[in-house]
């Protein structure tokens, strides 16, 4: 008689899975992730309007101050579990140098193709028109797109769009290319070195200086968007967009005024488990996840670029 058992956790292959990163990944910069206690979650649609109404402060010598009420919604959510399977044959661990490990390499390569999935899907629900309101999302067509540099003017562009938000943004979020047109545009090379010469190329960092953001990320991860067994088709994970954004690393699904952040229950774990039926030794069944959501808290806090450039 057989009985079920959990899938066996390695905490080694545990502890790999955590700690590797992808530096070309930015989806946990763009949505930061947030721990929840369970898999199922809540998470609270602030008013805005309550953090700019000055509710009266004045106490009396022997009265209570006034008790705040927050307006919003509660709003009820859960983790989704993704994650993926590996074989390694018992042969090729026979096999294997001493300063190499089957097992790791195969972590290694499932969590870069979890992370490249996350990054997808943060990337499609941000560069997004729908995640947006009407007022704070532009297409960009023809001279307008910042590829051009004889008529476009991104300083321009971006600083109008920033005085339209209710809270100013903190991080831009841009596709490669759009990066690439950026740091050549006569009018950003310009504005950033306070000259008549339009030649020439200038950091992010100062042109995130210049425009009083944090941080620009660039989205540089590349997707294979042919269905499996069809000739490659590679694209950018980002596109040709830019979106504006107020992240606040500190808010929690309860409170804080944030454009989004990843709800993440537990950790990534990873394990093995002995597969008789993997080659005529058998092998190891590597199964690596984690549980997430990604999930847009306050539309109004973004403003998104599309096609910014050619």
């Known amino acids: 008689m057989s009985s079920m058992t959990p899938f066996p956790i390695n905490p080694d292959l545990t502890a790999l899975a955590i700690s590797y990163r992808n530096e070309a990944m930015v989806a946990d910069l763009v949505l930061p992730r947030v721990r929840v206690a369970k898999q199922e979650f809540k ?78 899907r943060v990337a499609n629900a941000v560069f997004n028109l729908s995640t947006y309101l009407a007022a704070q999302r532009a297409t960009l067509s023809g001279t307008s797109q910042w590829s051009d540099f004889a008529n476009s003017n991104p300083v321009s562009a971006i600083l109008n769009a920033m005085d339209g938000m209710i809270m100013r943004p903190n991080l831009m979020v841009v596709g490669q290319q759009v990066a690439t047109q950026l740091m050549q545009h006569p009018r950003v090379v310009q504005t950033i070195n306070n000259t008549a010469q339009s030649n020439g190329l200038v950091s992010l960092d100062n042109v995130a200086r210049a425009l009083g ?30 979106a504006l954004l107020h992240i606040d690393s500190l808010s ?6 944030t454009f989004g952040f990843t709800a993440q229950w537990g950790d990534r774990i990873a394990g093995s ?28 806090l973004g403003y998104y670029f599309q096609n910014a450039v050619a």
């Open 43 to 120: 998470w609270f649609r602030n008013s805005l309007t309550d953090d700019f109404t000055v509710p009266s402060t004045l106490v009396g010598r022997k009265s209570r101050p006034n008790m705040i009420e927050t307006g919003g919604t509660e709003q009820a959510d859960f983790t989704i579990d993704y994650g993926l399977e590996d074989a390694v044959p018992q042969a090729d661990m026979l096999n294997a140098d001493a300063r190499y490990n089957p097992q790791a390499r195969a972590v290694t390569y499932l969590t870069n193709l979890i992370e490249l999935d996350r990054e997808v």
């Open 213 to 242: 953001l944090q941080q620009i990320v660039v989205g540089q991860g590349w997707v294979n968007t042919a269905r499996r067994g069809q000739a490659a088709t590679m694209a950018r994970a980002w596109g040709k967009h830019a």
């Open 252 to 257: 929690d699904p309860t409170r804080g005024s």
């Open 273 to 300: 488990d002995f597969d008789r039926d993997i080659g005529l030794r058998g092998g190891q069944r590597i199964r690596l996840g984690e549980s997430v959501k990604e999930v847009i808290t306050e539309n109004s």
